[in-house]
Each structure stands twice: as C-alpha cells, then as structure tokens.
C-alpha cells in the first residue's frame, strides 16, 4: 500500500474533507490525495505551482503550526513527513494535536529505517555513505523512529498502530490507552533498540488497523 493509498483508505474512514500534509517536497503524495480541501505546508517549492491543488504555504511547519493554531483551525487528517529529525517529528506531532478533534487521524511518516545508514541525523552523511558502501537505495528516514517511546509514555490519551511498509507510517488517533504498550519503557532510544525489537511500533496489518479505528470512531 503506497502512502496515498494509506491516506485515502483512513480518510473514508473518518469522512476527512480537511487535510494538512507537513513536508509536501515535489507533491508525489499531496497530489494523488483524494480530499476535497488540501493543505501543503514546506519551506522549500519543489514543483510547480500552477499543477498544484490546493493550498500551499511556503514556509516552515513552526511558523505555519503557530498562525494555524492562533485561527483555531481543525483537520480531519494530517501527515507529517518534515525534517527528518526526531526533535522536528516530535514537535510537529504535538502542534498538530493542536489542530485536531475527536476524530482526527495523524500519520508520521518514516518511522521504520531501512538500514544504519538511513537513519542518521545528516541526510548528506546518509547519501554519502550509501554510495561509498554501494548501497541501490538513496533512501533516508532520519532519526524519526526515536519518537515512539515518546509517544508511548507520554500520550496515553492517543493509540497508535505501525504499517511496516514503505519506510513506515505511524497512525495515531484519539483513544486513551491504559498503560504504555510495552513494559519498563523509557524515553531514549537509539539504533541498537532498533535492532533488537524494543521499541513500541505497535505493528499493524492496514486491515486490523481499520477495524481499530472504526471502533474508536463509532
């Protein structure tokens, strides 16, 4: 299932008719969204505009995050792929719940790192070493898996379930969860938890997560 699929798939879900995309690049995912009203937010255009539909802020997700805030504006689906960071990821999420009701839907984008070189912080550190070591892919996710054990502990009130594919998509929405998902959690991780399977993905078959969020939603 290709991220837009995914997207599509959750926005029948929850009937979405807004929807925010954080970190929007050349469009290959906003443009193939099928949500009456769109919104891209990126500092940096990286298509043209006349081909683009929707409304689109060029500028960063802080500064777009505070003047939306500010309108008291909702989305019914919103996808963050910014910065590839988990500081950036970690703030992005929790400006976005801001910008949520009972029903919103939040994925985050890139949670599942290929390999060690895609997750490093330096996305020019990534790419070089790739192509010393040979590597096909050109792929970089950033540290952005280092959020989950945050989200684990420290908001309950939202459930999350990990599609494993296309690098990985985090769906979040608002069902209280009793405890964390795994036992002894903390708060740091780094690439060897990774490794060893100790961070809460919480993963899911797109099928099970529909049936989760339709019992969350009805």
């Known amino acids: 299932m290709k991220r837009y699929e995914l997207i599509n798939s959750l926005a029948l879900i929850n009937n979405a008719t807004t929807y925010l995309e954080v970190g929007v690049e050349n469009g290959e995912t906003f443009n193939k969204v099928e949500i009456s ?70 994925i985050i984008d890139d949670v599942y ?33 280092k959020i989950l054990p945050l989200l684990n502990v420290l908001f309950t009130q939202w459930s999350f379930f990990t599609i494993r594919s296309n690098n990985g998509q985090t769906v979040l929405f608002q069902l209280p969860r009793n405890a ?14 990774f490794l060893y399977g100790k961070l809460p993905y919480n993963f899911s078959s797109y099928e099970d997560l529909e049936h989760h969020l339709k019992l969350a939603f009805n």
């Open 180 to 193: 964390p998902l795994i036992e002894n959690p903390k708060l740091e991780s780094d690439f060897e938890d």
């Open 113 to 145: 790192p290929s390999d060690y070189f895609s997750q490093l912080r330096s996305q020019s550190d990534c790419l070089n070493f790739k192509k010393a070591a040979n590597h096909i892919d050109r792929n970089w996710m950033g540290d952005v898996y």
């Open 37 to 106: 009203n769109k919104t891209a937010v990126d500092p940096i255009c990286g298509f043209e505009k006349q081909s683009f539909v929707g409304n689109f802020y060029e500028m960063t997700s802080d500064k777009f995050f505070d003047e939306a805030i500010s309108k008291n504006l909702k989305f019914d689906l919103i996808f963050l792929d910014g910065l590839h960071q988990w500081e950036f990821a970690m703030r992005d999420f929790v400006n976005a719940t801001l910008l949520s009701h009972k029903k919103t839907i939040i």
